[in-house]
C-alpha cells in the first residue's frame, strides 16, 4: 500500500513538505550461542507459551476436522522454517515492529539470534510489569478528596494507558491489547460512572491479561466487566414488563455479534463472505437474534459488596471506593429475564439460571464458524497489513479453531500465526503496492517514545487525550469516538485507486487535511522538545511553577552518530522503518541534513536539532507512514 495507490485515480500525488502480579513465568531457556536453536525446540516452546490460554478443558475442542489438523501441522512446519532461516537486521526490524511497538538494536540483536519463533516463544513468557490499576493507585488517584475529585475525572485513564504503552516490559502482550482494545470497544468519554480512570485501568488490564490467553474467556470478562456494563448498557438491564411495555436493551446483544465475535456476513473458513442463490452476502443474524440475546443480558449491576462510603466534607457527598471498578459484575436474578432464548439456531429454555443462560449464549457465539476468520483477519490487519489473502486468513483461522492440541480459541497461537505467516514474513510484500498498513498515530508515538528512550522526570506520564486532530494525533488510545473504534477494519477511502481495486485501508478514517497537518506540526515538537506538561510533580491536572517538559527522549546512542548525516539516517531508517526508506528518500533526508553543519565538537543543542529534524523528516516519509 503506497500513497499513489490512495491516490484518486488520474491525480498526481502532492509531496509533503519536509519541516526543519502474579507469579513469575519459569524463565526461557537461554539461547544457544554460536549455532541456530533447533527449530522443533522453537516450534515447541512457542506452542508450550500458547497453551498457557487454553487451561480450561471445557474449551477443548473434540474436533475430527482434517482441514485444522493440517492446518496445525503446516503452522508447526511454519514455526520450524522461520526460525530456522538466517534473520538479517532489516527483517528483525520489520518483524518487531508488527509484533511489539519497536526495534531497538538489542531487540533486532535478540531476533538475529533466536530467530522469529525463538524470539516470539521468549517474549510470551515476560512477566507483566505493573498493572494499570495498581499504577492509579501508587500514583495517589484512589484518593476521595474534594480539591482532585478524581472519582469525577477521566484524565488519569488517559496517564495510566499511556504510562503502560511506553514502559510495559511485555510489550508483546501490550501490542495485542491495544489490537484488541479497537475490536472490544470502551471508550473513556463515553463512560458515564464514578471512578473512570478506575474502571478504564481495569478494562485494559483484563485486556492485557487475555491477551494470549483464550478467546472464550476475553469474551466472557469482556461481557461481565462494569466498564462495558456502562459503555453498552448491560449495567442495570433489566427483563422485559409486559404491563410498562419495557424491553431489555439491545445494545451490548447486537455488538457483541456484529463488532466482537461473528460479523454481520456469513463468512467461509477463509474469510470471503457466503453468497445465497443470488450471488448476495447472507447475513450472519437477525433481529430476531439480537432481541432473543439481549434476554441473556438482563440483571448484571456492579457488584458492590465491597463497597466503603466516605463522606466528602465540603460538599458532603457520599463516595463509594474504587472496588467495584474491577470486579465482575453479579446478577439480580430478579431482574433476569426468564424467558426463552432462541437465537443463531441455538436454544435456551425458560426458566434458565441466568449464569447458566449465559454460559449457553457465550459458548454459542464462540463455537460459531465466523469467529477464527472474523477476528483473526482484524488481528491481521491491526498487525500486519490491511488486505490480507483469503489464504492467509484461512491459515489463521485454522490456528484460531485448533491450536495444534485441540483448543480452540488460543490467542498466542493465534497471534504467532498471524506473525509467523510466511505472507508476512516474505519479503514479496516489500514491492507489493496493495501490502502493509497505515501506521496508526498513537503507535507512531509509542514507537518514537520506546525507540529513543522517553521518560518522565517526575515519574507522573501526564500524556493526556491526544485525539485533536488539528494540533495532535487524531487518535488517544482508550478514546475512541464509538464502539465502531477509530476506523472501521472495512473503511474504503472514496475516489482513490485501491477503492476500485477493491480494497481497504481502515486507518485512512483518520487521516484528513486537518489530521495530516496536524500531526507534523505536533511531532515536530515533541521529537525536538519532548512533552510538556502542567505541574509535573502533582497527580492531578493543575498549573504550577514546575510547568515544563517533563517527557523527553533521550536519544542516547543517536547523539554518537550526529555529526554523521548517513549514519545517523541509517540508524533511524533501520529503527523506524526497517530499512524500508528508499535510497531517493534517503539522499533527500541526507542532504537536508548537511545543509547545517554538525560536527563532533559540536554542543548538545546543536546534535539534537539535527537527530530531531532527521527523526522528524523520516516520520514524516510516505515509506515509514505505510508499514511493510
Known amino acids: 500500500m503506497t500513497a499513489s495507490t490512495l491516490a484518486p485515480a488520474g491525480d498526481r500525488v502532492a509531496a509533503v513538505p519536509l519541516p526543519e502480579t502474579g507469579a513469575r513465568p519459569p524463565a526461557p531457556p537461554a539461547p544457544q550461542h554460536g549455532r541456530t536453536v533447533v527449530p522443533a525446540a522453537l516450534a515447541a516452546a512457542v506452542l508450550q507459551a500458547c497453551g498457557g ?32 532461516a538466517a534473520v538479517s537486521a532489516e527483517q528483525a526490524a520489520r518483524f518487531l ?67 503502560q504503552l511506553f514502559n510495559a516490559p511485555d510489550a508483546v502482550r501490550k501490542r495485542v491489547a491495544l489490537a484488541l482494545s479497537e475490536i472490544f ?59 410498562t411495555g419495557r424491553q431489555p436493551d439491545e445494545n451490548y446483544a447486537r455488538e457483541v455479534m456484529q463488532l466482537m465475535t461473528i460479523g454481520l456476513t456469513q463468512l467461509n473458513a477463509d474469510g470471503s463472505p457466503k453468497t445465497g442463490s443470488n450471488g448476495a ?43 467495584f471498578a474491577r470486579l465482575p459484575m453479579v446478577l439480580n436474578a430478579g431482574l433476569h429475564s426468564s424467558s426463552a432464548v432462541s437465537f443463531l439456531g441455538n436454544h435456551i429454555a425458560a426458566g434458565t439460571d441466568g449464569a ?77 503496492a496493495s501490502f502493509g498498513r497505515l501506521r496508526e498515530p498513537v503507535l507512531r508515538l509509542v514507537q518514537w517514545g520506546r525507540s529513543f528512550g522517553l521518560r518522565s ?70 521529537v525536538r522538545n519532548g512533552l510538556y506538561v502542567n505541574a509535573p510533580d502533582l497527580p492531578q491536572a493543575a498549573s504550577n511553577a514546575s510547568n515544563g517538559f517533563d517527557l523527553t527522549a533521550a536519544y542516547t546512542r543517536e547523539k554518537a552518530l550526529a555529526a554523521d548525516a548517513p549514519a545517523l539516517v541509517a540508524k533511524l531508517n533501520l529503527v523506524l522503518a526497517a530499512g524500508q526508506l528508499s535510497g531517493a528518500t534517503v539522499a533527500l533526508i541526507v542532504g537536508a541534513l548537511n545543509a547545517t553543519p554538525v560536527t563532533a565538537a559540536s554542543t548538545d543543542a546543536v546534535k539534537l536539532n539535527r537527530i530531531a529534524a532527521a527523526v522528524l523528516m523520516v516520520m514524516a516519509a510516505p515509506e515509514y507512514l505505510i508499514q511493510k
Open 53 to 84: 490460554g487454553g487451561g480450561d478443558e471445557s474449551l477443548a475442542l473434540q474436533s475430527s476436522d482434517g482441514g485444522a489438523a493440517q492446518a496445525s501441522s503446516d503452522f508447526t512446519a511454519t514455526l520450524s522454517s522461520t526460525s530456522a
Open 97 to 163: 515492529l508488527q509484533a511489539q511497538f519497536s526495534a531497538s538494536d538489542d531487540e533486532i540483536a535478540a531476533v538475529r539470534s533466536l530467530g522469529y519463533a525463538g524470539w516470539l516463544a521468549r517474549q510470551y513468557a515476560v512477566a507483566p510489569g505493573i498493572t494499570g490499576w495498581d499504577w492509579l493507585n501508587l500514583r495517589g488517584y484512589a484518593a476521595i478528596d474534594n480539591a482532585t475529585r478524581y472519582y469525577d475525572n477521566s484524565y488519569p485513564a488517559d496517564y495510566m494507558v499511556w504510562h
Open 185 to 243: 470497544v470502551v471508550s473513556t468519554s463515553g463512560i458515564n460512572a464514578s471512578w473512570r480512570g478506575h474502571l478504564m485501568a481495569s478494562w485494559w488490564d483484563m485486556l492485557s491479561a487475555n491477551a494470549l490467553g483464550n478467546f472464550r474467556t476475553l469474551l466472557q470478562d469482556v461481557t461481565l466487566h462494569p466498564a462495558m456494563g456502562v459503555y453498552l448498557n448491560t449495567r442495570g438491564n433489566q427483563k422485559e414488563n409486559a404491563a
Open 281 to 323: 452476502p447472507l447475513d450472519t443474524y437477525t433481529q430476531s437474534d439480537i432481541t432473543n440475546l439481549a434476554r441473556v443480558f438482563t440483571g448484571y449491576d456492579f457488584d458492590q459488596r465491597q463497597n466503603v462510603v466516605t463522606t466528602e466534607p465540603v460538599q458532603n457527598r457520599a463516595i463509594g471506593n474504587t472496588a
Open 356 to 432: 447458566a443462560a449465559l454460559k449457553q449464549a457465550l459458548d454459542t457465539l464462540f463455537q460459531h464458524p465466523n469467529v477464527g476468520p472474523f477476528i483473526g483477519r482484524q488481528l491481521i490487519q491491526r498487525l500486519v497489513t490491511s488486505n490480507p489473502s483469503r489464504g492467509y486468513v484461512g491459515r489463521v483461522a485454522a490456528i484460531f479453531a485448533n491450536n495444534g492440541r485441540g483448543v480452540r480459541g488460543d490467542l498466542a497461537a493465534t497471534v504467532a500465526a498471524v506473525l509467523l505467516d510466511s505472507e508476512a514474513r516474505s519479503a514479496t510484500g516489500l514491492a507489493d
Open 457 to 526: 522526570a517526575a515519574g507522573s506520564w501526564k500524556i493526556g487525550n491526544l485525539s485533536n486532530p488539528a494540533s495532535q494525533l487524531a487518535q488517544s488510545p482508550l478514546q475512541s469516538p464509538s464502539v465502531f473504534n477509530f476506523f472501521r477494519p472495512g473503511y474504503v477511502p472514496p475516489g482513490t485507486a485501491i477503492a476500485s481495486a477493491g480494497g481497504v485501508a481502515p486507518e485512512f478514517q483518520l487521516v484528513n487535511e486537518s489530521s495530516v497537518g496536524g500531526y507534523l506540526n505536533f511531532m515536530q515538537g515533541v
